[in-house]
Structures are given as C-alpha cells and as structure tokens.
C-alpha cells in the first residue's frame, strides 16, 4: 500500500538557521507533490507544489527538492523565524485533481 | 481574499445522534473535499464533490456519512448516528479547477459523549 513518511520528531532550530524536513513515499510515483503548513487547530494551508519533472522549487524563504529515484522531498525554510513554527504536511500526488493523501507532518519549533 | 468557511467551529454531540456540517465554499469553486484529523493523527481524505455528485470516497465514508450541496453555496457533511470514534477536527476544502491547488477551511471540532 502506498506509505508516506515525514520525520516524526518535532525539530527545533534557532532563528535565523535554515530548517530542513524530509519526506519519503513508497509504493507509488507521484506526478506532483504539495507542501502544506497547519498550525494547530486550524486546516492546512497550501505553500508549494514541484512536478515530477522539476528538480527544485522556491518561493521567498521556502524550497523544496523533489528526487523520483529516491522517492524523496525535501523542504528548506532558509533564515527560519519564529513565526514559521508549524507543523508541516507533504502530499505526494498521482494526479493534479485528486484527493489530497498527507504525511504525518514534521513539527518545526523555532527559538529566538 | 476569500476562503472557505465552517460552521459551527465546536459541535458537542451524544452518541447515536445525527450531526451536519456545514462548509461554504469560496464562490467559484467546482471542486469539494471533506477531510478528517483525528487528534494528534493526519489529516485523511473522507469525500470529494464534483457536479452536485460523488467522485471518490474512502474506506472511512460509510453508510453513515453522506455529503449534499443543498443549494449554489453550501456543502455540508452528515453524520447519521455518530460514535465516539467520529470525534475529530472535519476539514472542507475546495478548489476552482482540476488545475489549482485545494483552499482548506478553519475545520470544526466535533466532540462525541
């Protein structure tokens, strides 16, 4: 069955160092892959999606890696602030248009 | 900016009782998902919504559950008789296109005695 994992222990970082989470999958190959952000209590918000065909991906402070040998993402928040602590979600996608399948999430705590 | 909005964001409810969700998309929007995150687990896929029916479920929609758009703006998701195990945070999302990506809603917490 197809598995997605994020690396279950919260990270902590000091503010102003570069924040680097992972995320596998396996048993399927995803066309896309979206990063999301929830902060507790609320629903998920969108912050990036890379294709298959797209080695990196960047938006502000933000980038992500998508390496189909591997069967791996990586997600960067460069110059991390206090604000970025969150908890946040990949999804790996088959299609475009279909429902949304997300990893457990990684916590990121960042410390002034 | 528009988003989506639930109503109500805490429902409190005794077992074996019927709840209803309700979601209003953002305006434009063709495509409806409802998803569940049980406390401390992930968010997991229940229902997507396209051109007033079904699209796909998942394992966890059964019987009890159903999806409706009663009308141009409202999505709501119902619960027949809910159990202790529904009790989670229920997400709507929705999308303009096959293109974009899924705007999620604020969810609502639903507590079942």
């Known amino acids: 069955s197809q598995k997605i994992e994020q690396n279950s222990e919260a990270l902590n970082i000091q503010e102003g160092k570069t924040a680097t989470l992972t995320c596998n999958y396996t048993?399927?190959?995803?066309?896309?892959l979206q990063w999301y952000r929830q902060d507790p209590g609320r629903g998920p918000v969108f912050l990036l999606l890379i294709r298959e065909n797209e080695k990196e991906k960047r938006k502000e402070r933000l980038k992500v890696t998508f390496d189909t040998t591997l069967k791996q993402s990586l997600f960067h928040i460069t110059a991390s602030q206090p604000a970025d602590s969150a908890t946040y979600l990949c999804a790996p996608q088959t299609d475009s248009w279909g429902k949304l399948q997300f990893g457990a999430g990684t916590q990121v705590v960042v410390t002034p | 900016e528009p988003e989506v909005t639930q109503t109500p964001s805490h429902q409190v409810t005794q077992m074996g009782q019927e709840v209803i969700l309700r979601c209003v998309p953002i305006?434009?929007?063709?495509?409806f998902y409802w998803y569940r995150q049980i406390l401390g687990q992930k968010v997991e896929f229940l229902v997507s919504?396209?051109?007033?029916?079904?699209?796909?479920k998942s394992e966890i929609f059964d019987d009890q559950f159903s999806v409706e758009r009663p009308d141009g703006s409202n999505f709501t998701l119902k619960i027949r008789s809910t159990k202790l195990e529904d009790s989670a945070m229920y997400f709507c999302a929705s999308r303009p296109n096959k293109k974009d990506t899924q705007y999620f809603g604020p969810g609502t917490r639903l507590t079942v005695l």
């Open positions: 048993n399927y190959s995803p066309a896309y």
């Open positions: 305006s434009n929007h063709l495509y």
């Open positions: 919504f396209y051109n007033n029916e079904i699209s796909e």
